[in-house]
């Protein structure tokens, strides 16, 4: 793929840079849960975060919604805070919605959900931490 970036600092920071509007799978209520307070981190740094969450209504001051598939506007990234098993859905979910990357949050691994994205032409940061890697670049 032609302007392809290998080399995962590169692709964080590209996509830490670009985008300003970030859905986030599986983002919490609760105060001190890292599903929480990286996605607050972010918003303070001045990203907007879609919570994406069946039981809240509103999260961090900005609607819930169910499935990605429910966000009635144009979303740049995916990222996840959800276990490893339900990647490759949240990632057929981020290509239909046309998104432009996904983030699987520290501690998750998953091919499948890689080859789903790099192969839509989705950029792609498995097991790394949104919030430390913009505190490290920026």
């Not at 392809?4 to 996509?15: G, L, P, Q, T």
């Not at 918003?43 to 990605?68: C, F, H, M, W």
């Amino acid at each position: 793929m032609e302007g392809r970036i290998d080399n995962v600092d590169e692709i964080a920071k590209d996509i830490l840079s670009r985008f300003r509007l970030i859905a986030v799978v599986g983002c919490s209520r609760n105060e001190g849960k890292p599903s929480h307070d990286v996605p607050e981190y972010l918003q303070n740094a001045g990203y907007r975060i879609i919570p994406v969450n069946p039981s809240a209504d509103s999260i961090l001051g900005e609607k819930s919604y169910k499935t990605l598939l429910d966000i009635p506007f144009s979303i740049e990234v995916v990222d996840v805070f959800r276990p490893a098993p339900e990647a490759p859905e949240i990632a057929r979910q981020a290509v239909k919605i046309k998104a432009k990357a996904l983030w699987l949050q520290e501690g998750i691994f998953n091919e499948e959900a890689k080859k789903i994205a790099e192969d839509n032409g989705l950029l792609f940061v498995m097991d790394r931490c949104m919030m430390k890697e913009h505190y490290r670049f920026f």
